[in-house]
T-cell receptor, first 112, second 112 residues
Framework: SQTIHQWPATLVQPVGSPLSLECTVE??????LYWYRQAAGRGLQLLFY??????ISSEVPQNLSASRPQDRQFILSSKKLLLSDSGFYLC???????????FGPGTRLTVL | GENVEQHPSTLSVQEGDSAVIKCTYS??????FPWYKQELGKGPQLIIDIRSNVGEKKDQRIAVTLNKTAKHFSLHITETQPEDSAVYFCAASFSGNTPLVFGKGTRLSVIA
C-alpha cells in the first residue's frame, strides 16, 4: 500500500531564515505531487505541482520554490522566510491519469 | 480556469440531525468531484467522490449528489455524530493531470 510522509511535523523559524520541507511517497512510482499551504482557519492554496522528476509548475509567485530530485521526493524551500509564510503545509500525491488525491499529515510552520 | 464556491462557511447541527454542504463550479468540463474531511491538525482525508456520469453516490451516512446542468454538487451527512465535527472541503477537476480546485471549506460542528 502507498504511504506519504512529511517532515518535520512542526517547525519554528525566525524571519529571514531558510526553509526546507520534505515529502516522500512510498509504494508507488511516478506519482503526481503537490504542495499546498493552509493559513490558520483558511482554505487550501495550491503552491506547486509536479508530474515528473524536474517538472515543477508554480501556481503562486512568492518567495518559495519546489524541487523534485527523485521520483517520489518533493521538497519545498525558501531562502528567506517571511512572517506571512507561517501556515500548515500539506503535500499530496496521486497516480498519473487517476483522480484520487491523497494528502500527507502536514507540517506546521511558525515564522517568528 | 475552474472556480469552486462552497456554502455555508460554518454549520452547526444537533447530534442526530442531517447536514448539507453545497458547492458550485464554473467549468462545465470538470468531471470529478471529491469531498475531503479535515480534522484539527491533520491532513484532509477523502471521504467520498463522484464522477460526472453518476448523479448520486452513497456510503453509509454520507451521500453526494451532482447536478451537471446546474453545475452544483452537495454533501449530505445523515444522523450526525460528534465525530463528524471537522472542516469539509469540496473540489472539482477535469480528470487526468489537472490539479484539483478546492472550495474554501465548511466548518461543521455537531452539538451533542
Amino acid at each position: 500500500s502507498q504511504t506519504i510522509h512529511q517532515w518535520p511535523a512542526t517547525l519554528v523559524q525566525p524571519v529571514g531564515s531558510p526553509l526546507s520541507l520534505e515529502c516522500t511517497v512510498e509504494g508507488t512510482s511516478n506519482p503526481n505531487l503537490y504542495w499546498y499551504r493552509q493559513a490558520a482557519g483558511r482554505g487550501l492554496q495550491l503552491l506547486f505541482y509536479s508530474v515528473g522528476i524536474g517538472q515543477i509548475s508554480s501556481e503562486v509567485p512568492q518567495n518559495l520554490s519546489a524541487s523534485r530530485p527523485q521520483d517520489r521526493q518533493f521538497i519545498l524551500s525558501s531562502k528567506k522566510l517571511l512572517l506571512s509564510d507561517s501556515g500548515f503545509y500539506l503535500c499530496a500525491w496521486k497516480l498519473v491519469g487517476t483522480d484520487t488525491q491523497y494528502f500527507g499529515p502536514g507540517t506546521r510552520l511558525t515564522v517568528l | 480556469g475552474e472556480n469552486v464556491e462552497q456554502h455555508p462557511s460554518t454549520l452547526s447541527v444537533q447530534e442526530g440531525d442531517s447536514a448539507v454542504i453545497k458547492c458550485t463550479y464554473s467549468d462545465s468540463a470538470s468531471n470529478y468531484f471529491p469531498w475531503y474531511k479535515q480534522e484539527l491538525g491533520k491532513g484532509p482525508q477523502l471521504i467520498i467522490d463522484i464522477r460526472s456520469n453518476v448523479g448520486e453516490k452513497k456510503d453509509q451516512r454520507i451521500a453526494v449528489t451532482l447536478n451537471k446542468t446546474a453545475k452544483h454538487f452537495s454533501l449530505h451527512i445523515t444522523e450526525t455524530q460528534p465525530e463528524d465535527s471537522a472542516v469539509y472541503f469540496c473540489a472539482a477537476s477535469f480528470s487526468g493531470n489537472t490539479p484539483l480546485v478546492f472550495g474554501k471549506g465548511t466548518r461543521l460542528s455537531v452539538i451533542a
